[in-house]
Nanobody
Framework: QVQLAESGGGLVQAGGSLRLSCAAS????????LGWFRQAPGKERDFVAA????????YYADSVKGRFTISRDNAKNTVYLQMNRLHPGDTAVYYC????????????????WGQGTQVTVSS
């Protein structure tokens, strides 16, 4: 089992940037695809981005494409989410997750989750 811990959230003004980090331990980090999801109050947890384990192929939700970048450093057992041009609609708790099986776009495909980090974008 892999353990995940997010950091880097906070309060930022619209148009600003944040970089989230997710440190992993346990199951061999480099063997797992990793993803970021977010959950706004009263809403479901939605896919944001994912990155494969071997070739680092990336996938993004349409709502963040061109603004967010997911990356990973296998030597540091860390996955990142660089978020640029943030707007209030990006306000949510952001979770990183380790992929189990199935489509990257669904929470049920991920079998390990961090506790989440709050991102708040003010207008």
């Amino acid at each position: 089992q892999v353990q995940l811990a997010e950091s880097g959230g906070g309060l930022v003004q619209a148009g600003g940037s944040l970089r989230l980090s997710c440190a992993a331990s346990g199951r061999t980090f480099s063997s797992a695809a990793l993803g970021w999801f977010r959950q706004a109050p009263g809403k479901e947890r939605d896919f944001v981005a994912a990155i494969t384990q071997t070739y680092g192929i990336t996938y993004y939700a349409d709502s963040v494409k061109g603004r967010f970048t997911i990356s990973r450093d296998n030597a540091k057992n860390t996955v990142y989410l660089q978020m640029n041009r943030l707007h209030p609609g990006d306000t949510a708790v952001y979770y990183c997750a380790a992929h189990g099986s199935g489509s990257f776009y669904y929470t049920k495909s991920f079998d390990a989750w961090g506790q989440g980090t709050q991102v708040t974008v003010s207008s």
